[in-house]
């Protein structure tokens, strides 16, 4: 049963902090991902990486950075938050495509509050 | 452009009642399609893809290439389908596209 897990299930930062979201999983998927969720639009992927030390833009890249240097682990950071930035987040893994499944399996999400 | 439209953010049908939740695509190459739901304080998850061909707590899925659609469909609504239902496509190198989601609530 794979298992994603987020560090934090709720979280309240102040304008101008650094915020990390740490994302992790136990099934050994090359590929993790991290998106916003929002009433209206739906996901919108964030970033994402596809092997350890790789990374890809998603939609919506600016004012966020990931880390990737483990293999289970993928890092989501807000340099310098922003009240345009309280979201629900969501990170999710997935085995490559070419492995025969791509179904993404998703944490339960982290609700950031920046004020 | 890689696109996923779902039309309706809100859908509200009664119980017994026959339920569709449309979903249209727009990708160049040869998509997957995915439904995913999520339930109330439940993480998001996989409900059906169309690969499988299968049917899911009544629910099924047809992939129409011409009309470029992927709609899901169940012919007895229950009050335990009501959720927010996301629409996605997976592209050929593993990036998933999705939908805005439509939340469904089924009318007891």
């Known amino acids: 049963d794979v298992k994603v897990t987020q560090s934090s299930r709720y979280l309240v930062k102040r304008t101008g902090e650094k915020v990390f979201l740490e994302c992790v999983q136990d099934?050994?998927?090359?590929?993790m991902f991290w998106y916003r969720q929002d009433p209206g639009l739906g996901l919108r992927l964030i970033y994402f990486?596809?092997?350890?030390?790789?990374?890809e833009k998603g939609d919506i890249p600016e004012g966020y950075s990931v880390s990737r240097e483990k293999k289970e682990r993928f890092s989501l950071i807000l340099e310098s938050a922003s009240t345009n930035q309280t979201s629900m987040y969501l990170c999710?893994?997935?085995?490559?495509?070419?492995?025969?499944?791509?179904?993404?399996?998703f944490g339960p999400g982290t609700r950031l509050t920046v004020l | 452009a890689q696109r996923v439209t779902q039309p309706e953010k809100l859908l509200s049908v009664f119980k017994g009642a026959p339920v569709e939740l449309k979903c249209n695509y727009s990708?160049?190459?040869?998509?997957?399609l995915f439904w995913y739901v999520q339930y109330s304080r439940q993480r998001l998850q996989l409900l059906l893809r169309h690969i499988s061909r299968e049917s899911i707590k009544g629910f099924t899925a047809d992939l129409n290439k011409g009309e470029t659609s992927f709609h899901l469909k169940k012919p007895f609504a229950q009050e335990e389908d009501s959720a927010m239902y996301y629409c996605?496509?997976?592209?050929?190198?593993?990036?998933?596209?999705f939908g805005p989601g439509t939340s469904l609530s089924v009318i007891p």
């Open positions: 099934m050994d998927h090359e590929n």
């Open positions: 990486s596809y092997d350890v030390k790789m990374k």
């Open positions: 996605a496509l997976t592209t050929s190198y593993d990036k998933v596209i």
């Open positions: 999710a893994s997935s085995t490559t495509r070419d492995r025969g499944s791509d179904e993404q399996f």
């Open positions: 990708y160049s190459g040869s998509p997957e």
